[in-house]
């Protein structure tokens, strides 16, 4: 949980650099102003053309969505510059579509199913107090989304009324045929450490990983025909790449 938690902390502060570079923004003082923008939603959230506030938290998953593809980057520098002028529409807009609400305030189930498999998936079950304890070391990773992650490990399991596996399964195939593993570099919510990390734990001569140097979440059907071209060889037939081959972010 602790463990997942950090590592999303870097895969999302690593895709926020790539956008605030990719707007021309030294990432640094990108961070420190969107920072410095959340904390002031905190203190006093914004309104929308709803009615409803724009929280903190709300504000943060609106930053969050648009960093699942780098397709959604400029409804971001939309919907910061809208809240930097004091409207939250934008990014309460982008908010809701991350937690599947309707505009009747009605929810969809898949963030609840989430969290109950990551709850049975996990035995750690930290406590606010413990939570607290961790982040300074979160916020040192992320000055964005570190608090807000760090204060998530207690919000998703405690007290939840069933154990977690104690053990996670290994992944270990020796002897199978290549697998093959796709990690792409900018991926903010599946950090790319864990596609090799899962490639090395396959076995050597069964982990098949293939790079692709890019943004978002996801590879295969994102826009590198580099990805496509070599997914639909294995799977159509059979045909794995060398492990440690790479393929860049092109565009159709």
């Known amino acids: 949980m602790i463990g997942h938690a950090k590592n999303q ?31 002031r939603i905190d203190r006093r959230p ?43 529409t934008a990014l309460l807009r982008l908010a809701d579509s991350y937690n599947d609400r309707d505009e009747q305030g009605r929810y969809g189930t898949q963030s609840h199913a989430q969290r109950a498999i990551s709850c049975a998936d996990d035995p750690g079950r930290p406590t606010p107090e413990e939570a607290r304890k961790l982040l300074p070391e979160f916020r040192g ?6 608090e807000f992650l760090g204060w998530d490990t207690a919000g998703w399991c405690h007290e939840w009324p069933a154990d977690g596996v104690p053990e996670p399964p290994g992944v270990a195939a020796e002897g199978a045929s290549p697998v093959l593993v796709v990690g792409t570099t900018g991926d903010p919510a599946t950090p790319y450490e864990g596609a090799r990390r899962l490639a ?23 826009g590198s025909r580099c990805v496509d071209r070599t997914v639909d060889a294995y799977l159509l037939d059979g045909t794995a790449p060398k492990d440690g081959t790479e393929c860049a972010a092109d565009r159709r």
């Open 200 to 222: 090395d734990g396959l076995g050597e001569g069964v982990g098949v990983l293939l790079t692709h140097r890019g943004e978002g979440h996801g590879a295969y059907g994102s």
């Open 46 to 88: 914004l309104p929308t053309a709803s009615g409803r506030k724009l929280t903190e938290s709300l504000a943060l998953t609106g930053i969050v969505t648009t960093l699942y593809s780098e397709r959604s980057w400029p409804r971001l520098t939309e919907a910061l510059e809208q809240a930097e002028r004091g409207s939250g």
């Open 141 to 146: 990773i992320s000055p964005v989304f570190g």
């Open 9 to 39: 902390a870097r895969g999302f502060q690593r895709a926020l650099e790539n956008y605030l570079r990719s707007e021309g923004r030294d990432p640094g003082q990108g961070s420190r102003r969107i920072a410095a923008l959340l904390e």
